[in-house]
């Protein structure tokens, strides 16, 4: 099994630019989300979905939009670029039974100048 | 108040030592406790969970006092592999998934 898997590993950005992190897991579970860690801030939740079909807003949803057409599949975009986005994404997976055994992929290095 | 708190270190300890980590949330309501371990550069990872009765991993113990909000972890025995940073993780809510992640703590250990 590949786990959670992440692309690009790392991506430079134009202000104002638009791309899409892509998310993809074969452990069949429900549960995505995506994080951005940046130095002295910790891991901070943007997205997360509890299954195909359902996304919601995390704590940091402004300028990036999800959708969740499969249960493999959750990517993250980027409308618009700001260096405010320049951070290091996570993007997660586990069951939905609170366990807290989240998986992370290997992260996407973004700097946006 | 932030939600989990956590001191940054870095703790700095030779091999063979024992160290611990201290970790503070505010949320009285939160349902489950873990410790995540996260190497330079590279994605966090789930260490062990934390539960009411304390519970042990091998050179690892965690400890959890609801009635006082804090989490601590024991590392005994300290190897050089544990040089990274550790990050507290609460689940503020049941049912779904969603975590609450502490900055971290940064341990060091040298030969």
């Known amino acids: 099994n590949a786990g959670v898997t992440q692309t690009p590993k790392f991506q430079v950005l134009k202000t104002g630019q638009s791309m899409t992190l892509q998310c993809a897991q074969d452990m069949n579970h429900e549960y995505m989300s995506w994080y951005r860690q940046d130095p002295g801030m910790g891991l901070r939740l943007i997205h997360y979905s509890v299954g195909a079909g359902i996304t919601d807003q995390g704590e940091v949803p402004n300028g990036y939009n999800v959708s969740r057409s499969t249960t493999e599949d959750f990517p993250l975009r980027l409308l618009s670029a700001a260096p405010s986005q320049t951070s290091v994404y996570f993007c997660?997976?586990?069951?939905?039974?609170?366990?807290?055994?989240?998986?992370f992929g290997s992260g996407t290095r973004l700097t946006v100048v | 108040r932030k939600e989990v708190e956590q001191d940054p270190g870095p703790f700095n300890v030779p091999e063979g030592a024992t160290v611990a980590f201290n970790c503070t949330y505010s949320n009285s309501a939160s349902q489950s406790f873990f410790w995540y371990r996260q190497d330079c550069r590279k994605e966090p990872k789930l260490l062990m969970s934390v539960y009411s009765s304390g519970n042990e991993d091998g050179r690892f113990t965690a400890q959890l006092n609801r009635a006082s909000q804090y989490i601590s972890l024991l590392i005994r025995d300290s190897k050089l592999s544990d040089s990274a940073t550790y990050l507290c993780?609460?689940?503020?809510?049941?049912?779904?998934?969603?975590?609450?992640f502490g900055k971290g703590t940064m341990l060091l250990v040298s030969p």
């Open positions: 993780v609460v689940k503020p809510n049941s049912g779904y998934s969603t975590l609450t």
């Open positions: 997660a997976s586990s069951y939905p039974d609170g366990s807290g055994a989240h998986t």
